[in-house]
């Protein structure tokens, strides 16, 4: 597992933190727009404090009740691991990709601060997770669909994967009896 995370969760992490700090360093906050694939996917700069496709984004203590909601996160999925609940190959990396997603956008919520995007200025807990990845399908439910991240796509991949591995992988408890 150390290695998946030094492989995996780490180079992407990293990734994260680059592409966010990239972005803030050459995007206006919701000012700037960069088509990619005219019509369809775009480059730009979005504060989201809150979840999920923006929910309770801007509400006073999202930062706080998300950190701490990731931060459970973590710890389960420690317990878990702990307890041999990923056996296979499939649910590690979805476990990989997870505590990817989970690091990266809580490090902007802990870190970057609304004062030009920078991190580690000073301020805690004043963060907004940057969003910048923007697609329009023109058809429904991706019209557009709300903008997203690097992080934000491990949390999703890591969903399907586990959901896969729910279906293929033995749990454990079957595994021993066997």
Request: proline letters at 4%; glycine letters at 8%; charged letters at 15%.
């Amino acid at each position: 597992m150390i290695r998946l995370f030094l492989l995996l969760s780490l180079p992407l992490y990293i990734l994260d933190q680059l592409s966010k700090s990239w972005i803030v360093q050459n995007f206006k906050l919701y000012e700037t727009d960069k088509e990619v694939i005219p019509g369809i996917f775009w480059l730009h700069h979005a504060s989201n404090t809150g979840v999920a496709f923006g929910m309770f984004n801007g509400t006073q203590y999202a930062n706080y009740a998300f950190a701490t909601v990731s931060l459970a996160a973590l710890v389960f999925i420690y317990v878990m691991h702990g307890k041999g609940l990923f056996p296979g190959r499939l649910s590690r990396t979805a476990v990989a990709l997870l505590v990817s997603g989970i690091f990266g956008n809580l490090t902007d919520r802990l870190f970057r601060n609304h004062d030009g995007g920078k991190l580690f200025d000073g301020t805690f807990f004043d963060g907004y997770v940057v969003d910048f990845l923007r697609f329009d399908f023109g058809f429904w439910p991706f019209h557009p669909w709300p903008s997203f991240n690097v992080a934000d796509s491990c949390v999703v991949c890591a969903a399907i994967l586990l959901a896969l591995a729910s279906f293929v992988e033995t749990p454990p408890t079957q595994a021993k009896k066997a």
